[in-house]
């Protein structure tokens, strides 16, 4: 899309649809005087540049949302780690024209072996035109999603943390670690597993501390690979949480449990790994020349809240569990897309009035069964009896068609359904992308707006023109009449009734224009 010139003066004609007072949040403070009270110079203040603050950012700007996204890191990261983008996150990107942009910096593979990494083919005809996982360097998916949002018009500055901020029933205030105030309508962290915002705000982040860790890293090795192989088939058959995999030109993915729980924000060295690769696998390959190294544990807590007044939570601000599934990343970039379009509408002035709550309604619940997925998978990773036992049954269960989808379709994030009440089965899950006369389903999503996808012929959106486009095309192969579609491609209403559609469309899109 072509985006205004982003300026940091508020527009004139600017208005913001309250939804909540000073009496509804506690210790929230009245206003300022206008005295006091500095001017709004933005809309959202983002904290946290990663990707999913860099998707949000994006995503407000589609609707000319005047961002900031602060980003306390000067430099990207220094190591290559490798994510997965999953279905669901691809089919967004799609949604949004980036999926040609980041398709030729990943590796595809099948969509399968996710689940506590027991090797399954990926069941036949998953419902997606994006049916596999995009492996990616970290450093890369964040530089490009960086730079969509810049170009959307979002401002973005390295460098710069927040210290602290206070909100009033008009706006938040947030200071900088060195002193500069800036003040915005919302504030949103993005800031990460230890996030300042959410320490501020006083959440609640209840679960579980971590009970294991591991050691993660790549690194050169000095035997030949034969040896290697064999080796690692040993082991692994006893201890799932180790591994080492070529990465190419001599570079080995190793993964081992490590000896302890330690403090996270200290790296582990280089003896660490030789230390524990020699006591599970009795030699430590002669590891040496480690490009990066990490830790992870499997500590697992989901904030209490996803929202206080103007200040927002999302990504691993919000929820914490083990990489295992690699469902991290993709849950914040899925929060992204599910909050971007719904405070926009907050700031821009037509959001029914329970639309930003829907944001915690839909998106609590989904991390909370991300937290137990990944729970059950660090249960059967274990090398006690029990666990392994376990494992053995799950795997035998996952030869039939029906169980190796469903675990699947729930890592993969395809099987999500909302709760939009009772209805066909398709009302509140994602629409996958089809074929219409216009060409793919996904190109019509570019714009971050509604769609009324109608096969009647006979629908219209009427007031809702600036928000939602209109699709007629009875040759859409649907097995409804017609779908409405929300920014975030979840259908939000089916049928062929122009006056029950009103009553959907008012109720994800307000009061239609005058």
């Known amino acids: 899309m072509d985006s205004p010139q982003f300026t940091a003066e508020p527009s004139s004609n600017d208005t913001v649809e309250r939804d909540f007072t000073v009496g509804d949040v506690p210790g929230l403070r009245s206003p300022a005087s206008g005295a006091e009270r500095a001017p709004l110079m933005f809309d959202v203040i983002i904290a946290g540049c990663g990707p999913t603050g860099a998707m949000l950012a994006a995503e407000l700007r589609l609707h000319d949302v005047r961002v900031l996204v602060l980003e306390k890191e000067t430099e990207p990261k220094s190591f290559v780690r490798i994510v997965g983008l999953h279905i669901r996150s691809l089919e967004l990107m799609a949604m949004r024209g980036l999926l040609d942009r980041i398709l030729g910096h990943g590796r595809q593979r099948p969509a399968s072996g996710f689940f506590a990494a027991i090797a399954k083919p990926a069941p036949k005809g998953l419902d997606s035109a994006h049916a596999y996982l995009l492996g990616i360097p970290q450093p890369v998916i964040e530089r490009l999603l960086e730079e969509h949002a810049i170009e959307l018009g979002a401002q973005v500055r390295h460098g710069c943390a927040v210290a602290g901020f206070e909100q009033d029933d008009e706006g938040v205030t947030v200071e900088l670690a060195d002193g500069e105030q800036l003040r915005a309508r919302y504030l949103v962290g993005c800031d990460g597993a230890r996030s300042t915002v959410r320490k501020l705000l006083g959440v609640g982040f209840p679960g579980e501390p971590s009970r294991t860790e591991t050691l993660m890293g790549e690194m050169e090795v000095g035997v030949p690979q034969e040896e290697i192989t064999a080796k690692v088939t040993e082991i692994h058959e006893t201890h799932r949480r180790f591994w080492l995999r070529p990465f190419g030109e001599g570079v080995y993915s190793v993964v081992v449990p490590a000896g302890g729980v330690s403090d996270r924000a200290e790296p582990p060295t280089l003896e660490d790994f030789q230390q524990q690769l020699r006591t599970i696998a009795g030699t430590d390959f002669g590891v040496h020349s480690p490009r990066w190294m990490s830790r992870f544990g499997d500590a697992t807590r989901l904030a209490e809240r996803y929202r206080v007044g103007r200040v927002l939570l999302a990504g691993d601000a919000a929820h914490i569990h083990p990489p295992i599934g690699g469902q991290g990343l993709n849950l914040g970039v899925q929060d992204a897309f599910n909050l971007g379009w719904k405070l926009a509408a907050q700031i821009r002035g037509w959001a029914p009035e329970t639309l930003l709550d829907t944001y915690q309604a839909e998106r609590h619940p989904v991390a909370a069964d991300v937290l137990d997925n990944t729970r059950a998978q660090m249960e059967l990773l274990s090398a006690e009896p029990g666990p392994q036992a376990a494992r053995r049954l799950l795997t035998e269960l996952m030869d039939f068609d029906e169980v190796n989808r469903y675990l699947i379709e729930k890592i ?13 089965d398709l009302l509140g899950r994602r629409l996958r992308d089809i074929d219409v006369k216009q060409g793919r389903l996904y190109d019509l999503l570019h714009r971050g707006r509604g769609l009324l ?16 486009d209109h699709l007629a095309d009875p040759t859409a192969v649907l097995d409804v009449p017609s779908v409405l579609l929300r920014p975030d491609g979840h259908v939000a209403w089916i049928g062929d009734d122009q006056q029950d559609l009103d009553g959907h469309l008012a109720r994800w899109f307000g009061k239609p224009a005058n």
């Open 453 to 468: 996808l109608d096969r009647t012929e006979r629908l219209t959106v009427g007031g809702w023109s600036d928000r939602v």
């Open 412 to 424: 993969t994030a395809i099987g999500i359904r909302y709760d939009f009440g009772a209805g066909p």
